[in-house]
């Protein structure tokens, strides 16, 4: 224990612990307990016991296993009066308490580091409805409150609450296992669990509103799992996701400028970025190439890769860039893709060649809500001095953002006009 008389600021302490350690924390309680309802309600005690304690018996000098001791005790506690004065538990319920008290169980420290893998599989499983998968991922692995969950995927809070509540009793009531599957079993619960993966680190990368651009938590977080996967299971697209996201993190301390603005690509300072990191992206990206059973994960890579290697805008191979997308789009049509490609051919074959195809995507009544589809077409519009169509554009697409630093971005933009 460090001394009470040297402990620094505790408030700020739990606090610092809380933010670093409390989803670490919870899946470890999750694991040992075996249910999501309880293991919240004891993550919470044993915070509660930390601000009361620490001040006198000062910091622990391990305040993960000190919160999971703790915490699991607490539930015990809690599980046992219950048996005893508010329900009567039946057999099953009692030989669970026992169990969960047993001393012979593993020590705090083993397996902690898979903790929140096991986690994520648990959160992915094929019993659950994609759109829960997401929901609970989000809530339970990287602790996103329930209001950005639904800001994110725009949908009502209600609505992702209900998901969440659901999810839970699915799992408590099918047993679902708290476990990574076994190598039979692994393969076809893979790509859920990339596809949920991706998202926690794209909310990252891009926070969907706030004040804040990017939330490093959440994108470290996702690197994290993914590489902890490939360790696992070192299938090709593992190993693309993990290098286009390691790719798009290198990136980080150019994105944004001091003042906490949006910098675009082209007008980033490329000797910020960690070039060690994108040589060692490059690396999985060229070996989940060369297995040839990559997927849109890895083609993904493969342009970010390009734009990495660039030595500056100007240097971009735009053109290899718009056969990747045709590729992608071979792989994973849908309109995001369309857009991304036809800002790609904007760049290569000139921006009316770009609008005709952005137009295209928004004539046929899709992404007509998506605020980067009109962004897109706004600087189409302006590159080709059209002031007033640009205008609107930049109008629309800012009316359709709630991300503070994007939205700061398109009125500069529309002030500019």
Same mark, same amino acid.
């Given at each position: 224990?460090?001394?009470?008389?040297?402990?620094?600021d505790i408030?700020?302490?739990?606090?610092?612990v809380?933010?670093?350690?409390?989803?670490?924390?919870?899946?470890?309680l999750?694991?040992? +307990?075996g249910?999501?309802?309880?293991?919240?309600?004891a993550l919470?005690e044993?915070?509660v016991?930390?601000?009361?304690?620490?001040?006198?018996?000062?910091?622990p000098?391990?305040?993960?296993?000190?919160?999971?001791?703790?915490?699991r005790f607490?539930?015990?506690d809690?599980?046992r009066?219950?048996?005893?004065?508010?329900?009567?538990?039946?057999?099953?319920? +009692?030989?669970?308490?026992?169990?969960i008290?047993d001393?012979?169980?593993?020590?705090?420290d083993?397996g902690?580091?898979d903790?929140?893998?096991?986690?994520?599989?648990?959160c992915?499983?094929p019993a659950?409805?994609?759109?829960a998968q997401?929901?609970?991922?989000l809530?339970?692995?990287?602790?996103l409150?329930?209001?950005?969950?639904?800001?994110?995927?725009?949908?009502?809070?209600?609505?992702?609450?209900?998901?969440?509540?659901?999810?839970?009793?699915k799992?408590?009531?099918?047993?679902?296992?708290?476990?990574?599957?076994?190598?039979?079993e692994?393969?076809e619960?893979?790509?859920?669990?990339?596809?949920?993966?991706?998202?926690?680190f794209?909310e990252?990368?891009?926070?969907?509103?706030g004040?804040?651009?990017?939330?490093h938590? +959440?994108?470290?977080e996702?690197?994290?799992?993914?590489?902890? +996967?490939?360790?696992?299971l070192?299938?090709?697209?593992a190993?693309?996701?993990?290098?286009?996201?390691?790719?798009?993190?290198?990136?980080?301390a150019?994105?944004?400028s001091?003042?906490?603005?949006?910098?675009?690509?082209?007008d980033?300072?490329?000797?910020k970025?960690?070039?060690?990191?994108?040589?060692d992206a490059?690396r999985?990206?060229?070996?989940a190439l060369a297995?040839?059973?990559?997927?849109?994960y890895?083609?993904?890579?493969?342009i970010?890769?390009?734009?990495a290697?660039a030595?500056?805008?100007g240097?971009?191979?735009?053109a290899?860039?718009?056969?990747?997308y045709?590729?992608?789009?071979?792989?994973?049509?849908?309109?995001v893709?369309?857009l991304?490609?036809?800002v790609?051919v904007?760049?290569r074959?000139g921006?009316?060649?770009?609008?005709?195809?952005?137009d295209?995507?928004l004539?046929?009544?899709?992404?007509g809500d998506?605020?980067?589809?009109?962004?897109?077409?706004a600087d189409?519009?302006?590159?080709?001095?059209?002031?007033?169509?640009a205008r609107?554009?930049?109008a629309?697409?800012?009316?359709?953002?709630?991300?503070?630093?994007?939205r700061?971005?398109?009125?500069r933009r529309l002030a500019?006009l």
């Amino acid at each position: 224990m460090a001394s009470a008389a040297q402990a620094p600021d505790i408030a700020a302490v739990v606090d610092s612990v809380y933010r670093t350690e409390s989803r670490r924390v919870l899946a470890t309680l999750i694991r040992q +307990l075996g249910d999501f309802d309880v293991a919240e309600e004891a993550l919470h005690e044993a915070f509660v016991a930390a601000v009361e304690q620490w001040p006198v018996d000062g910091v622990p000098d391990h305040p993960r296993a000190w919160l999971i001791t703790t915490g699991r005790f607490k539930a015990i506690d809690r599980l046992r009066r219950r048996s005893k004065h508010e329900v009567a538990l039946d057999e099953e319920g +009692l030989e669970r308490i026992e169990a969960i008290a047993d001393p012979s169980l593993p020590g705090e420290d083993e397996g902690l580091e898979d903790d929140r893998l096991r986690l994520v599989f648990t959160c992915c499983h094929p019993a659950l409805a994609p759109e829960a998968q997401v929901a609970l991922t989000l809530r339970e692995v990287c602790g996103l409150a329930t209001e950005e969950i639904a800001r994110a995927h725009l949908v009502p809070a209600p609505t992702v609450a209900q998901r969440i509540v659901r999810a839970k009793a699915k799992i408590r009531d099918a047993r679902i296992p708290y476990e990574v599957p076994g190598r039979g079993e692994l393969d076809e619960r893979l790509e859920s669990v990339l596809r949920v993966i991706y998202l926690v680190f794209n909310e990252g990368y891009l926070a969907s509103s706030g004040e804040a651009l990017t939330r490093h938590d +959440l994108s470290t977080e996702a690197i994290r799992l993914a590489k902890l +996967l490939v360790e696992l299971l070192p299938e090709p697209e593992a190993v693309g996701l993990l290098g286009l996201m390691m790719l798009h993190e290198s990136r980080r301390a150019a994105r944004v400028s001091p003042q906490g603005d949006l910098v675009l690509l082209e007008d980033q300072d490329r000797s910020k970025w960690d070039h060690a990191q994108i040589a060692d992206a490059v690396r999985l990206v060229e070996a989940a190439l060369a297995s040839r059973r990559f997927g849109p994960y890895t083609i993904q890579a493969a342009i970010a890769a390009v734009h990495a290697q660039a030595p500056d805008a100007g240097s971009t191979d735009w053109a290899q860039i718009v056969g990747l997308y045709d590729v992608l789009a071979d792989l994973q049509p849908s309109p995001v893709v369309e857009l991304n490609r036809a800002v790609a051919v904007a760049m290569r074959d000139g921006p009316q060649a770009g609008l005709v195809l952005v137009d295209a995507i928004l004539g046929r009544g899709e992404l007509g809500d998506y605020p980067l589809a009109h962004a897109a077409r706004a600087d189409l519009c302006r590159r080709l001095g059209r002031a007033g169509e640009a205008r609107a554009s930049y109008a629309r697409a800012l009316e359709l953002t709630t991300q503070a630093p994007q939205r700061r971005f398109l009125e500069r933009r529309l002030a500019e006009l």
